[in-house]
C-alpha cells in the first residue's frame, strides 16, 4: 500500500507499524506548538524529521517522550493505544532520546551515568568497579574510544553525547530519538555513530533522526518528514528527494537564497598576524581587511578554535605578532581585545556565549552597560531601547524582552550572541562555528547579518567545519591542520575535494 503527502506516494510496508500519530496536537495556551499531526513509524527504519526552529520539531520529541501531555490526538504502540502521560512510562516501552543538550550528571563518572538508575550492586553496595568494567566493555564494543572510569564532566560535550548515546542502547531501547546528535562530533565520532545506527536499524530498532544537516538525512535516513510551523507538510523516501526539495518544503526559499552573499568593495587593512603561536596552534600568519570574511576550515582539533581564543585575549599567544590597524598590539586579555574592536561569538554559545538564565536584553546589553550608565546607575530607559533595537534588528523571536535565554530556541539563541555584539560596534567580528545546531533558515538570517557588518566596514573571520558555509562566503579561506595554516585560497579557488584533502592530510 502507499499513503500520499502533498503529491509524493510514500511506499510503507504491510507489516503493523511500531509506532503511529494520529491528529496529534500540543497547545500552550495562545501558541499552537504542534497542528493535528498524522504520523507512521516503521520497525527498524531511519526517520528523519527535519525544519526550521520553531516548526515543533522539539515539541514532538518531548510529546513522545512523555515530557509534554498532548493537547489531543491519538497515540498508538503497536497497534494499542497508549497515554504517554510521562518519561517513566515512554522508557517502558522502549522510547529513549538522545539530545543535543546532554541530559545527566557531569559529577559522575561515565559508568555511572551509563548504569543510573540500574546500577550494579554487591552485598547492598554499590560496585563502581563492576560498572566501569562492564561499562568499559559496552563502550568498546560500540567503538566508542571513551573511558568509562573518568568523571564526565571531563569529556566535551559530543563525547557526553555518546555517553548518553550508549546509555540508551544499555537500556535496551526500541524506539530511539536523536537530536542534533553530530553538532559537536569528530568526524571519527560521527563514523562511530552512524555505524551504531545502522546497527540498531539492523536490529529492528526504529531511530527518529533530527538534524540541519541535510546531507547526514540523505547518508543515513530512509524516510523524511518535514515540519513547518508545527504542521506535517510532507514525508518523503529520501531515495526520491533532494536537499532543494526539502528546503523548499521547509522554508518556501530556494536553496540559491541561503548562502546569499552581497558584494562588497574590500578596503584597508584591520588586523594582521604574523606567525603566531601558542597553546595548540603555530606560525599562523593571516590579513584581515574591511568588507572581507576571511575562512578558517578545518577538522575538529585542528587549531582554528585554539587560535581566535588567542587572538580575543582568553589564552594569550606565546610569539609572533598581532596588528591593528598597522599598530603592533599584544593582547592578554579579553578587556583589551573588546577595546580594540574585537569581538567573538564563540564555539559552545550556552558555555562560553551566554547567561542562559539571565533575559535576553541583559545578555544583548552585556558588552555595553558601562554606556548606559550614568555613574553607578542603569539608565533603565537606554537599557531598554538598546534591548527593543537589537531584537528588532537581529529579529529575535522571544515572548519578551525579559525571557530568559534558555527560553529561546538554539537558533534565537545564536541571534542574541550576534546582536550582542553589534550592539558593542566592533570592527574585527569572529564567529566560531556561527551555524552550529540552527536551522537553514536562521543560517540564511545570519549570513545576511554578516554581509550588513561587511557594509558598514567591519571585518569577519569565520571558523567553521562546514565546509559549504565557509566554501560559499569567505573572500580569503585558510586550511588548518595539525595547529596551522597548510593552504590558503581565494573566493571558490579550490575544489570541494581538493580543500578536503588538504584538511585530512592525505
Known amino acids: 500500500m502507499s499513503e500520499t503527502l502533498e503529491g509524493a506516494s510514500v511506499a510503507t510496508t504491510d507489516r503493523e507499524p511500531l509506532l ?21 513509524f516503521e520497525e527498524g527504519e531511519i526517520h528523519a524529521i527535519v525544519g526550521e526552529n520553531g516548526a515543533g520539531k522539539s515539541t514532538l520529541i518531548k510529546l513522545l517522550t512523555g515530557v509534554y501531555p498532548r493537547t489531543s490526538g491519538e497515540v498508538y504502540w503497536r497497534g494499542a493505544s497508549v497515554p504517554l502521560v510521562n518519561p517513566h512510562e515512554a522508557i517502558g516501552l522502549g522510547i529513549n532520546a538522545v539530545h543535543q543538550e546532554v541530559v545527566l550528571c557531569p559529577h559522575l563518572t561515565v559508568a555511572a551515568n551509563i548504569f543510573l ?19 568499559q566493555k559496552l563502550l568498546d564494543d560500540l567503538g566508542f574510544n571513551l573511558p568509562a572510569g573518568v568523571v564526565l564532566s571531563s569529556l566535551t560535550i559530543g563525547q557526553q553525547q555518546l555517553i548518553a548515546t550508549a546509555r540508551a542502547e544499555r537500556r535496551g531501547a526500541k524506539f530511539l530519538i536523536f537530536d542534533e546528535p553530530t553538532a559537536y562530533l569528530t568526524r571519527q565520532e560521527v563514523s562511530a555513530l552512524f555505524k551504531l545506527i545502522r546497527r540498531l536499524k539492523a536490529n529492528g530498532v526504529t531511530i527518529v533522526y533530527i538534524s540541519h544537516r541535510l546531507e547526514e538525512v540523505f547518508e543515513l535516513c530512509d524516510r523524511v518528514s518535514v515540519l513547518r510551523d508545527g504542521a506535517l507538510v510532507g514525508t518523503r523516501r529520501v531515495a526520491e528527494t533532494n536537499e532543494a526539495d526539502l528546503i523548499a518544503l521547509m522554508i518556501n526559499r530556494t536553496i540559491d537564497q541561503i548562502y546569499h552573499k552581497d558584494s562588497v568593495p574590500i578596503g584597508a587593512t584591520i588586523f594582521e598576524t604574523d606567525r603566531l603561536s601558542g597553546p595548540g596552534f603555530h606560525d599562523v ?15 575538529i582539533g585542528a587549531g582554528r578554535s585554539e587560535f581566535v581564543q588567542s587572538v580575543f585575549g582568553r589564552q594569550p599567544a606565546s610569539s609572533g605578532r598581532i596588528v591593528w590597524r598597522g599598530k603592533d598590539v599584544r593582547i592578554r586579555n579579553e578587556r583589551q581585545a573588546m577595546d580594540l574592536g574585537i569581538a567573538l561569538s564563540p564555539e559552545s554559545r550556552r558555555d562560553q556565549g551566554l547567561c542562559l538564565h539571565l533575559g535576553v536584553d541583559l545578555n544583548i546589553n552585556l558588552p ?44 534565537n539563541q545564536q541571534k542574541v550572541v550576534i546582536g550582542k ?27 545576511r547579518l554578516l554581509a550588513s557588518l561587511l557594509q558598514q566596514g567591519a571585518g569577519v ?4 567545519s562546514y565546509l559549504p558555509e565557509v566554501y560559499e562566503l569567505a573572500d580569503t579561506l585558510h586550511v588548518f591542520r595539525g595547529g596551522t595554516i597548510v593552504a590558503t585560497h581565494g573566493f571558490k579557488g579550490a575544489s570541494h575535494e581538493a580543500i578536503l584533502t588538504e584538511a585530512i592530510g592525505v
Not at 503511529?20 to 507512521?40: N, Y
Not at 600568519?285 to 574591511?290: D, H, K, L
Not at 550592539?423 to 540552527?438: M, R, S
Open 285 to 299: 600568519s593571516i590579513t584581515v581587511r574591511e568588507g572581507e570574511i576571511v575562512g578558517l576550515y578545518g577538522l
Open 20 to 40: 503511529v500519530l494520529k491528529q496529534l496536537d500540543k497547545s500552550f495556551g495562545a501558541t499552537h506548538a504542534l497542528r493535528a499531526v498524522d504520523l507512521t
Open 117 to 135: 538508575g540500574d546500577e550494579i550492586t554487591r552485598g547492598g553496595m554499590l560496585s563502581h568497579k563492576a560498572m566501569v568494567r562492564e561499562g
Open 421 to 447: 555584539w553589534l550592539n558593542h560596534g566592533a570592527k574585527l567580528f569572529i564567529f566560531d562555528e556561527p551555524t552550529v545546531g540552527v536551522d537553514v533558515g536562521t543560517k540564511a538570517e545570519i549570513y
Open 368 to 411: 555595553i552597560f558601562k554606556r548606559l550608565s550614568i555613574g553607578p546607575f542603569i539608565n533603565l530607559k537606554r537599557e531598554a531601547n538598546a534591548a527593543d533595537r537589537q531584537i528588532r534588528n537581529v529579529q529575535i523571536k522571544t515572548a519578551a524582552r525579559s525571557a530568559p535565554v534558555t527560553s529561546l530556541s538554539g537558533g
Open 461 to 464: 573571520i569565520m571558523v567553521s
